[in-house]
């Protein structure tokens, strides 16, 4: 597939301001949509969706369930479609999450996101992946977050922070980044530009 | 805690892979950026969207807007500036100055900005920082810390760009802004900005002791070594202005320099 070929819908959850990604995605040659509400048109109108969230794990889970997402993205990852969360948009991938434990998250992935344990949160900035992948092996992404999942069998990077996290999970189409690949400067938008092809 | 262990000996409390960060200030009024010493004589330096990438190239890890002249004269922070930087920058960057209410938060935030930073408004407002830690989370509000050493040696807090001396005690009041839910600190220290002094290191390593919040320090950079020095006081990130903009040092020497003290840098590698 010709990267400028690439159909990419970002998700707006109401959280957070979506400018950065969205220049992010047409910068790599994506074409861009944005997309509130879920549609059967996705499937063969868009080939990525983009979800980002910021905030608390309840609120984006509350926008997912009140737009009707919930159904729409297990039936788009049960097919193999790809989907790639940033920030608490990963983190809703999993279970649920120690910051609103009565929330339920998506559970594409087993597992909760426990809160930080290092005295200073949020963490606030850059740290070097500790990953086996070479797209992100020794790279510097840029980190925002008070909790995060310390442990998954598909974690593909990894850092520090009071203890080491899952800074990045992949399994076939479905990608989480607890970084912000739209704020992590050349590295971030090659990542983005990976992941919209 | 931004220092590599070299010799094996001292284990650190925490675990952390986090780096310290260099930060241009780009102080801005009506749409140019200006820099003066002790915030009293502005001097033009150029234009916000070009300065700002070309920190971005030179290694910068985020970068802040203040709009100094904003919150003396009232006058609104040109939104469509936070655009533009926010469609050309791919690093992060806070916006200030100007900011009097909820509402207008929402308009940076929505112009593209990651963070606001509050100053004149914490003070007297300061359930807004609340407002905006509950709505945005605490890691988009930084609140702008003036503080002056008094002739008696005593702490402190300024505001309306370090014009008005505040009636709130310098311990409670950044007691109260963590309380609150403040992500960040910037911590100027009027006493030192813009004579190029130094950072006052002082402050910084009793500050980390008492507040559990990243602190950006500020105002005092001279050369590499004030860096290094308030690094290694408990500076989480260091924030600077004139000498980066008077073409002195560019943020990759300042950066080099930390390296090969062993200060945890990134290193953008381009």
Redesign the interface.
């Given at each position: 597939m010709n990267i400028n070929g690439a159909k990419v819908a970002v998700i707006d959850l109401n959280s957070?301001?979506l400018?950065?990604l969205q220049?992010?995605i047409q910068a790599a040659g994506g074409q861009l949509t944005t997309v509130q509400q879920p549609s059967a048109d996705l499937f063969t109108e868009c080939d990525v969706l983009v979800m980002p969230g910021?905030?608390?794990f309840a609120y984006v889970m509350q926008q997912i369930d009140d737009s009707g997402w919930r159904t729409f993205l297990l039936e788009w990852v049960r097919n193999g479609k790809r989907l790639v969360g940033i920030c608490v948009g990963m983190q809703v991938l999993f279970e649920g999450s120690e910051e609103d434990p009565e929330a339920v998250g998506l559970g594409l992935f087993k597992g909760h996101c426990k809160k930080l344990?290092?005295?200073?949160?949020?963490?606030?900035?850059?740290?070097?992946l500790?990953s086996y992948k070479l797209s992100m092996q020794d790279q510097?992404a840029?980190?925002?977050?008070?909790y995060a999942i310390a442990e998954c069998p598909f974690g593909t990077a990894k850092?520090?922070?009071?203890?080491?996290f899952c800074a990045a999970v992949q399994r076939g189409n479905l990608y989480g980044f607890q970084f912000?690949p739209?704020?992590?400067?050349?590295?971030?938008?090659e990542l983005i530009k990976y992941v919209c092809q | 805690m931004y220092v590599n262990d070299t010799t094996g000996n001292s284990k650190p409390a925490?675990?952390?892979?986090?780096?310290a960060?260099i930060i241009p200030c780009l102080d801005v009024a009506n749409g140019r950026v200006v820099k003066g010493t002790n915030f009293k004589q502005l001097l033009d330096m150029g234009d916000p969207v070009e300065l700002a990438k070309m920190y971005?190239l030179q290694g910068a890890?985020e970068l802040v807007f203040l709009d100094i002249k904003a919150s003396v004269d009232g006058q609104q922070s040109a939104l469509d500036m936070v655009?533009q930087v926010?469609?050309h920058?791919?690093?992060?960057f806070a916006v200030g100055g100007g900011i009097k209410s909820l509402e207008d938060v929402h308009k940076f935030?929505?112009?593209?900005?990651?963070k606001v930073t509050l100053n004149t408004m914490a003070v007297e407002q300061p359930e807004l920082i609340n407002q905006i830690a509950n709505?945005?989370?605490?890691?988009?509000i930084v609140v702008a810390v003036d503080v002056n050493q008094e002739d008696d040696g005593s702490l402190a807090i300024y505001t309306h760009g370090g014009s008005q001396r505040a009636t709130v005690n310098y311990h409670q009041w950044l007691a109260e802004l963590v309380d609150r839910g403040a992500?960040?600190v910037l911590l100027t220290a009027m006493h030192k900005d813009g004579t190029g002094s130094g950072f006052d290191t002082q402050l910084l390593a009793q500050f980390g002791a008492e507040f559990?919040?990243?602190v950006i320090a500020s105002g005092g950079a001279n050369g590499p070594e004030d860096f290094l020095a308030a690094i290694e006081a408990g500076a989480?990130?260091v924030l600077a202005a004139g000498i980066f903009h008077r073409g002195e040092y560019t943020v990759g020497q300042i950066k080099s320099y930390l390296i090969k003290h062993n200060i945890k840098i990134?290193?953008?590698g381009?």
């Open positions: 957070g301001n400018l950065s220049t992010a910021q905030g608390r344990s290092h005295p200073k949160t949020p963490m606030v900035g850059w740290a070097k500790q510097f840029y980190f925002v977050n008070s850092v520090n922070y009071g203890g080491s912000h739209e704020k992590s400067g050349q590295f971030g938008r | 925490y675990q952390s892979d986090l780096c960060r971005e890890d655009n926010a469609r920058l791919s690093i992060p935030f929505h112009a593209g900005a990651d709505q945005y989370g605490s890691q988009s992500g960040e559990p919040v990243q989480d990130a990134r290193n953008p381009c």
